[in-house]
């Protein structure tokens, strides 16, 4: 496929729409560490004014779960990353490019079931804020609050990075996706990326505190 057939307007020349398309994504993988980034300083903040609380409703969620999901997400890092480099060397590896691609999809669905088991214990353990919270201490509750809404957006994240990595399979196993020059696959791989990374930020946070004691 000619660069003329891969060009999309406004853009002049693909050295000009690649760049673009790699600035942009950077445009809005910064707006979404800014959006986490508040609600880490907001669990910070809490975590500051009242340690105990935190490190004893922290010791209740499960170290098992959230030590197997980052697992996962590394995993499925590597293969999005090879993915991105097989797509930048030469068109001779589109079966390799697919499989990458197909096995950072399995991770991913693999992350959001060990996710679900997870929250179905945490819902049978009272562990939503509410009136039958098993916690006594009101910051506990805060914790829980932060945790749900964390994991929530984070899983909200990855779900839509499904999406966009399945697409991108499809497209390149049917041929329809001229990946040799193309910025989609850096693109979309940079921001799988960031969902791993914000777990990263996130695994300490919640699952580590008080672990030691």
Known sequence: MSDAALLKKPWQSMARQRDAGTFGIWVFLASEMLFFGALILTYTVYRVSDPAAFTAAARETDIWYGTINTAILLTSSLTMAVAVQASTAALGFRRLIVACLSLTVALGVAFLVVKGFEYKEDIEHHLVPGLHFALAQPAAQIFFALY???????????????????????????????????PEIEVTGLYWHLVDIIWIFLYPLIYLPGRAS
Do not use: Q, Y
């Open 148 to 182: 749900w809404v964390l994991t929530g957006v984070h899983a909200i994240h990855l779900t839509i990075g499904l999406g966009l990595v399945s697409r991108l399979a499809l497209l390149i196993w049917r041929r329809k996706l001229v990946f040799d020059d193309n």
